[in-house]
Structure formats: structure tokens, C-alpha cells
């Protein structure tokens, strides 16, 4: 039983970890604006680089978020296995 109950053990963790990211996302803002103001000479060299520096909690957000889908589908896979 508690291998058909890991995956929601492991999903329901991985959201309350993202929760609690989410009281860091202003640090991780004034860290990324930083980035931003740091590398504005180098925007012109490559391609969507200001895009990228400036939304530094969106990529944040979605790496975790990723990571908790992905860790979620293994053990989903690993529980139909058992």
C-alpha cells in the first residue's frame, strides 16, 4: 500500500517545497535584477539575454516545479513496477 501512495507522498512534498520557494521569490527577484543590471553590456551579444536575466524567479519556479513533476513520474513508474 505504501508503494501505491509514494507518488502522492512525493507530489503533495514537492509542492510544499515550492510553497515554501515562494517565500524567498523578492530575494531571488533583487538577485536577479542584479544579474540584469550587471550583464546589460552583454545583452546585445546574445539573444533573448535580457529576457532571460530579468525573469530569474520565473526560471526558478519552473526548474522546481519540473523537478517535482519528474520526481513525481518516477515514482508513479516505480510503484506500477512493485
Known amino acids: ?4 501512495l ?3 507522498k512525493v507530489f503533495v512534498i514537492g509542492h510544499l517545497i515550492v510553497l515554501v520557494l515562494t517565500l524567498f ?3 531571488i527577484g533583487s538577485v536577479g535584477d542584479q544579474l540584469a543590471a550587471e550583464s546589460a ?6 539573444w533573448g539575454w535580457s529576457w532571460v536575466s530579468g525573469s530569474v524567479k520565473f526560471w526558478v519556479i519552473a526548474i522546481v516545479e519540473g523537478l517535482v513533476l519528474f520526481s513525481t513520474g518516477v515514482a508513479f513508474l516505480h510503484s506500477k513496477t512493485n
Open 25 to 27: 521569490l523578492p530575494a
Open 1 to 4: 500500500m505504501k508503494a501505491f
Open 6 to 8: 509514494m507518488p502522492l
Open 41 to 46: 553590456n552583454m545583452a546585445s551579444t546574445f
